[in-house]
């Protein structure tokens, strides 16, 4: 069983970066497809950014292309978020997810139906 805990997350103020790390336990992470999402009260979960077990390719949302970079360090078992430029728009709960399942599409998959492994979730708020 894949066991997913992130941190990381805080309070900045816009225009700062956080750097989120997910911490992986029972698994080892170089065969998972895994992921960031995000999620605000009364909306659905969202995915932020995706990555390949070997951490060639990568997928992003729209919105944080250019500001958000995703990677992986499966010799620590850890998957990473940097958040650079961050607005206030980014305020949210972020959370880790991961799958072994390879996907149909040709880059990582954002969908939230995709991932069975999820963390518990670390804040982040963006104050203007």
């Known amino acids: 069983q894949v066991q997913l805990v992130e941190s990381g997350g805080g309070s900045v103020q816009a225009g700062g970066s956080l750097r989120l790390s997910c911490a992986a336990s029972?698994?080892?992470?170089?065969?998972?497809?895994m992921a960031w999402f995000r999620q605000t009260p009364g909306k659905e979960r969202q995915g932020v950014a995706a990555i390949s077990p070997g951490g060639g390719s990568t997928n992003y949302l729209d919105s944080v292309k250019g500001r958000f970079a995703i990677s992986r360090d499966n010799a620590k078992n850890t998957l990473y978020l940097q958040m650079n430029n961050l607005e206030p728009e980014d305020t949210a709960m972020y959370y880790c997810?991961?799958?072994?399942?390879?996907?149909?599409?040709?880059?990582?998959?954002?969908?939230?139906?995709?991932?069975?492994?999820w963390g518990q979730g670390t804040q982040v708020t963006v104050s203007s």
């Open positions: 997810a991961a799958d072994i399942t390879p996907p149909l599409t040709a880059r990582p998959p954002l969908a939230l139906g995709w991932y069975n492994h």
């Open positions: 029972g698994y080892t992470i170089s065969r998972l497809w």
